[in-house]
């Protein structure tokens, strides 16, 4: 990599940083606004991935369409503006799909909604789950209404996890992780990102005293392990696609999924985690 492959990556880096942050800290409209924006982008690249060899009977622009509608839904939800809209978009997507296996005749309609169904359930749905985790109606949490600071804590232990684990691992790793899914993981590597997040974790405990060590402690484990699983099964799915990344959207980095890998299937860990510890 040359240097400006490097300051590319960096600038880009850095952009998707701040637009993220312009998420969190904006309020609930901006979160709605860039979260909504990345699962659309999202759901293409993965739905496009998936028809990269074959073309499907169920179109990937409805299956985005319905994916950002659910995720509108729990908003207002959440909100309680209506909350009829949740389950009748939910419901709606189904009816579609299934009337899609009664009436067209394809001998892969089946795979066709399998895809559909799966890409809802892996992207959607953590991202819907990250509304969740920002909104808290236990004052012993973090107040009412939507709240920023367990989602920032979440994207940055995740940052710090993969940071870590990318340099230390690069400079130090000898041992393969899991060679057959992502060659260039390391142990080393996975290690020093627990390490590290964990130091993370003390400064939030020092920033936000409201939630004990052991709380902050707890939630660095479970986003880097977590997170670790969700990068590596987001390069199974592009092993298995025959794919270098999903999408070309961030120089430097591949496409949106290539930078949310991680968040999705921490997301789900970290919800269990604050119902569990927290009891909200």
């Given at each position: 990599?040359?240097?400006?492959?490097?300051?590319?990556?960096?600038?880009?880096?850095?952009?998707?940083?701040?637009?993220?942050?312009?998420?969190?800290?904006?309020?609930?409209?901006?979160?709605?606004?860039?979260?909504?924006?990345?699962?659309?982008?999202?759901?293409?690249?993965?739905?496009?991935?998936?028809?990269?060899?074959?073309?499907?009977?169920?179109?990937?622009?409805?299956?985005?369409?319905?994916?950002?509608?659910?995720?509108?839904?729990?908003?207002?939800?959440?909100?309680?503006?209506?909350?009829?809209?949740?389950?009748?978009?939910?419901?709606?997507?189904?009816?579609?799909?299934?009337?899609?296996?009664?009436?067209?005749?394809?001998?892969?309609?089946?795979?066709?909604?399998?895809?559909?169904?799966?890409?809802?359930?892996?992207?959607?749905?953590?991202?819907?789950?990250?509304?969740?985790?920002?909104?808290?109606?236990?004052?012993?949490?973090?107040?009412?209404?939507?709240?920023?600071?367990?989602?920032?804590?979440?994207?940055?232990?995740?940052?710090?996890?993969?940071?870590?684990?990318?340099?230390?691992?690069s400079l130090t790793g000898k041992h393969?992780?899991?060679?057959?899914?992502?060659?260039?993981?390391?142990?080393?590597?996975?290690?020093?990102?627990?390490?590290?997040?964990?130091?993370?974790?003390?400064?939030?405990?020092?920033?936000?005293?409201?939630?004990?060590?052991?709380?902050?402690?707890?939630?660095?484990?479970?986003v880097s392990l977590f997170g670790t699983?969700?990068?590596?099964?987001?390069?199974?799915?592009?092993?298995?696609?025959?794919?270098?990344?999903?999408?070309?959207?961030?120089?430097?980095?591949?496409?949106?999924?290539?930078?949310?890998?991680?968040?999705?299937?921490?997301?789900?860990?970290?919800?269990?985690?604050?119902?569990?510890?927290?009891s909200f």
């Amino acid at each position: 990599m040359n240097i400006k492959d490097i300051f590319t990556r960096a600038g880009a880096g850095i952009i998707y940083i701040l637009v993220i942050l312009l998420g969190l800290l904006g309020g609930r409209f901006s979160f709605l606004a860039v979260f909504g924006t990345v699962l659309g982008f999202g759901l293409f690249e993965f739905y496009r991935m998936m028809e990269k060899d074959t073309s499907h009977a169920i179109s990937k622009i409805f299956n985005i369409l319905l994916g950002v509608l659910i995720f509108f839904s729990v908003f207002l939800y959440l909100e309680d503006l209506c909350t009829y809209t949740l389950p009748a978009s939910i419901l709606i997507y189904l009816l579609i799909l299934i009337a899609s296996a009664i009436f067209l005749r394809r001998h892969d309609i089946l795979h066709g909604i399998i895809y559909s169904v799966f890409g809802q359930i892996y992207i959607t749905m953590p991202l819907s789950l990250l509304m969740l985790i920002s909104y808290s109606y236990q004052p012993d949490l973090t107040g009412n209404g939507y709240d920023w600071i367990p989602v920032l804590a979440l994207f940055v232990f995740l940052w710090v996890n993969d940071t870590a684990a990318y340099f230390i691992g690069s400079l130090t790793g000898k041992h393969k992780l899991i060679e057959h899914i992502s060659p260039k993981k390391s142990v080393e590597g996975f290690v020093a990102g627990i390490l590290f997040t964990l130091l993370g974790s003390l400064i939030f405990a020092r920033l936000y005293p409201g939630f004990s060590v052991a709380f902050w402690m707890g939630f660095a484990v479970v986003v880097s392990l977590f997170g670790t699983l969700g990068d590596l099964f987001e390069s199974l799915i592009k092993r298995t696609c025959n794919v270098k990344d999903a999408g070309q959207l961030i120089p430097g980095h591949g496409g949106i999924l290539d930078r949310i890998d991680s968040l999705l299937v921490a997301v789900p860990a970290v919800y269990l985690y604050l119902i569990l510890f927290l009891s909200f």
